[in-house]
């Protein structure tokens, strides 16, 4: 038993032009406000400080040597995993400047262990 549509045909456009941009993936078709990000709210945080390029660079270069599962470790447990992934000696020398018996969660709190 086929019961219909339950709108008009000038509703069915009007709900298919709305969805659209999702559908076929049109340019401009997350205009609407509701698609937009919202900004950060005032519980968090604001940032504070950026990296200059050669500053990122390495930073980056350093995180390419620490494991996902060597977080959270102490220095021994980092060293392990960076030579797991072939790190370069200057990598290995600067985790063997990080405080024994300190554990590091993030590579952000490496970093800045090593005085960066």
Same mark, same amino acid.
Do not use: C, W
């Given at each position: 038993?086929?019961?219909?549509?339950?709108?008009?045909?000038?509703i069915d456009?009007?709900?298919s032009d709305e969805v659209r941009g999702e559908?076929?993936?049109? =340019? %401009?078709?997350?205009?609407?406000e509701w698609h937009m990000a919202e900004p950060a709210g005032e519980d968090q945080p604001? =940032?504070?400080?950026r990296?200059?390029?050669?500053?990122?660079?390495?930073?980056?270069? !350093?995180g390419?040597?620490? %494991? !996902?599962?060597? !977080?959270p470790g102490d220095r021994d447990k980092l060293r392990r995993s960076a030579q797991d992934l072939l790190a370069p000696?200057?990598?290995l020398a600067? !985790?063997?400047?990080l405080p024994a018996g300190t554990e590091f969660r993030t590579v952000v709190e490496i970093w800045q262990a090593l005085g960066r």
């Open positions: 038993m086929d019961r219909g549509n339950k709108h008009g045909a000038r456009d009007r709900m559908v076929q993936g049109v =340019p %401009g078709g997350r205009a609407e604001q =940032p504070t400080e990296l200059d390029v050669d500053e990122n660079e390495e930073f980056s270069r !350093l390419r040597y620490i %494991g !996902l599962s060597a !977080l000696d200057d990598i600067d !985790l063997d400047r």
